[in-house]
């Protein structure tokens, strides 16, 4: 079985900008969640779909956005670029088939350099 | 509040030289407990998942534990390809809540 797979892997983009990424978890998989991890504060959550509706939400201003597709892949979108959103965001896939989260399978990741 | 707080932050050992990771937690009703591997510039591996206490998993030179309030990462004989990030993670009310993670390096 395929992993979870994310486009772009890396990224370069200037202040202001807004960027896209994409991610398509694991065949089968009904779950996406985001995280972004920095040196400074590690591994962050930031937002779990779940068919098409957003379920929860982390602490993170609303320029960072999300949506999921009827087929589970999942994009999140970052508006107006700051300098600290410098980092590699993480999408990650589970089965929730006992509707509760279970274990989570990450993906390679996008690596996001905001200059 | 949900925390997680992994010791040590780095470790050196020597190949074959069996050491273990610790991974305190406080969690409002524990849904999980969750190690991963971390390999550098790519994305956590899945190890181990622990639902209760007493609870124990092993997957080669690794073994993982779990109590009320801890869990542990055995390293039983580890080799060089065993460096890596260790991260620790629960599932807490709103995604998963992850420690800062231990830098393993394994020396030959």
């Known amino acids: 079985k395929a992993g979870v797979t994310q486009t772009p892997r890396y990224l370069i983009k200037t202040r202001g900008q807004q960027v896209t990424l994409s991610c398509s978890p694991i065949?089968?998989?009904?779950?996406v969640s985001w995280y972004q991890q920095t040196p400074g504060q590690g591994l962050q959550f930031l937002f779990e779909?779940?068919?098409?509706?957003?379920?929860n939400k982390g602490n993170f201003p609303g320029r960072f956005s999300g949506r999921q597709f009827s087929n589970s892949r999942s994009e999140m979108n970052v508006s107006t670029l700051e300098l600290g959103d410098s980092a590699l965001y993480l999408c990650a896939s589970s089965p929730n088939l006992r509707g509760h989260q279970e274990t989570q399978y990450f993906g390679p990741g996008t690596r996001l350099l905001v200059l | 509040e949900d925390q997680v707080t992994q010791s040590p932050e780095a470790l050196r050992l020597q190949e074959g030289e069996s050491s273990s990771l610790n991974c305190s937690y406080t969690v409002s009703g524990l849904r999980g407990l969750f190690w991963y591997r971390q390999d550098p510039g790519k994305g956590p591996e899945f190890l181990f998942t622990l639902y209760s206490a007493g609870e124990e998993k092993e997957k080669e030179r690794l073994k993982a534990t779990l109590t009320k309030k801890e869990s542990f990462l055995h390293i039983t004989a580890p080799k060089p390809e065993d460096s890596a990030t260790y991260l620790c993670?629960?599932?807490?009310?709103?995604?998963?809540?992850f420690g800062q993670g231990t830098e393993l390096s394994v020396k030959p």
């Open positions: 065949s089968g998989h009904r779950s």
């Open positions: 779909y779940f068919s098409e509706t957003q379920r």
């Open positions: 993670a629960v599932q807490g009310g709103f995604g998963l809540i």
